[in-house]
């Protein structure tokens, strides 16, 4: 059997632009897909909950590079800070202050819905404050002495009231609402809805998925389904920039839910860059915004090279994502086998999902094991000096059997460009 042949390769630009990242190409754009979506921020809330050590200096340090990364594109909007010690506060007073000088990003505070919690945000110069709501009978059941949904919500609204007395907006943070039960979740934002109409406020609500339980299929029951909830959310009358979700990547799910819920009409989700959080973590917002910029939903594209520095401050804290974290682990770009060098040599887009080195500012590498091949060594003398060596050239060819001895002989560590170099008769360009 023979195909025609095309007059050029079909490489989907539509799809796959060769300047940027990858688009969706819909058969049919979803009605309820805002016009535009965009990201917050919980690292010095959620991040540091889940076990990230920050001094002050270092908080306001993530703040200013989560400036740096959105810049003008609106991609992170908002940032939320613990208010319960002094080093909180302090990171919170020197983020505000860079946001009254020009910085992108709104400072925001989080706080245990209680009017006791709600006085203590009232004077610290927020324009808005996230509120925690446990949702599910989980936990209304069995967090609360007395327990119940009754007396729960009741001291939820009376927290809302505080803070719209103070003149805040309140963000609800619905906790556990992939195991909440409707009958408490629609008459609870029903009357918060119908106290901020009367302090001529419109309040938010963040969908939480806490434990990564939500399922991003719309033919899934309530609770569970995260598209079904969106919809009856803003079936309330709920503006699609009202509505937040906070996924954890639990059971593997978070970037999935969080792309199911903006396309059931949620414009803000709210995570972290690099995925820190409570154990598995938040959704990375790095690949949230990545898929986004794929929507065409954003305003601006961020500039996804800052992130390299962010990575790099979270290795120097004990901190730093795994070797294989997605876009930014040591070996994200990095192949070991001998037909994926080979194919990187001939035509580098054939195993690279998009231009890795300007769009993310990190090299596409190769790792030489028993497995590289004489293509692996070539990638990497072209990589670093920019010689163009075919496989029957006598250095190459002596290397790789080199090499090909020691793997033989037992070892198990792979050869990197700063042991190859001292091996090869060339030397890197100055």
């Not at 490489?11 to 754009?29: I, M, N």
């Not at 002495?145 to 805040?168: E, F, I, K, N």
């Not at 906070?246 to 995570?271: K, R, Y």
């Amino acid at each position: 059997m023979t195909h025609p042949e095309p007059k050029s390769p079909e490489l989907y630009p539509d799809a796959f632009p060769p300047d940027r990242f990858p688009r969706f190409v819909w058969t049919k754009r979803p009605a309820t897909l805002p016009v535009t979506a965009w990201t917050t921020e919980t690292t010095h809330r959620d991040g540091q909950q889940g076990g990230l050590p920050l001094t002050t200096e270092q908080g306001l340090h993530i703040y200013d590079l989560m400036c740096r990364f959105t810049g003008e594109s609106g991609s992170i909007r908002q940032a939320e800070f613990f208010v319960y010690r002094a080093r909180d506060r302090a990171m919170l007073e020197g983020a505000l202050e860079r946001y009254q000088s020009g910085s992108p990003i709104e400072p925001t505070t989080w706080i245990r819905a209680t009017r006791q919690d709600a006085a203590l945000v009232a004077q610290l110069g927020v324009r808005e404050t996230g509120m925690l709501a446990s949702a599910s009978d989980y936990h209304t059941f069995y967090k609360f002495q007395p327990g119940g949904r009754d007396a729960a919500a009741r001291t939820y609204l009376d927290a809302v009231s505080a803070v719209l007395d103070a003149g805040l907006r309140p963000r609800l943070h619905l906790e556990d609402a992939t195991r909440a039960p409707r009958e408490f979740i629609l008459p609870l934002i029903e009357e918060v809805l119908r106290r901020c109409e009367a302090h001529s406020l419109r309040p938010k609500f963040r969908v939480c998925d806490t434990l990564g339980l939500g399922l991003p299929l719309e033919e899934v029951a309530w609770p569970r389904s995260v598209p079904g909830m969106i919809r009856e959310l803003r079936a309330l009358g709920l503006q699609p920039d009202e509505l937040e979700f906070h996924p954890h990547n639990d059971t593997h799910l978070a970037v999935w839910n969080s792309l199911s819920a903006v396309m059931a009409g949620c414009a803000v989700i709210n995570g972290t860059l690099l995925g820190k959080g409570e154990r598995s973590g938040n959704v990375p917002l790095e690949a949230v915004l990545l898929h986004l910029s794929g929507m065409e939903v954003l305003t601006g594209q961020p500039d996804f090279t800052v992130l390299n520095e962010l990575a790099a401050l979270y290795a120097d804290l004990g901190a730093g994502v795994p070797a294989s974290y997605p876009l930014y682990g040591r070996d994200a770009h990095r192949t070991r086998a001998g037909i994926h060098a080979d194919g990187l040599n001939k035509f580098w887009p054939m195993y690279a999902p998009f231009d890795v080195p300007k769009l993310l500012g990190r090299p596409l590498e190769v790792s030489l094991t028993r497995d590289s091949g004489l293509a692996g060594l070539i990638f990497l003398i072209r990589q670093h000096t920019g010689e163009e060596r075919p496989k029957t050239d006598p250095e190459v060819r002596r290397l790789h059997a080199e090499l090909q001895a020691e793997f033989e002989a037992g070892r198990q560590t792979a050869v990197e460009w700063e042991e190859l170099q001292t091996r090869l008769k060339v030397q890197a360009p100055v």
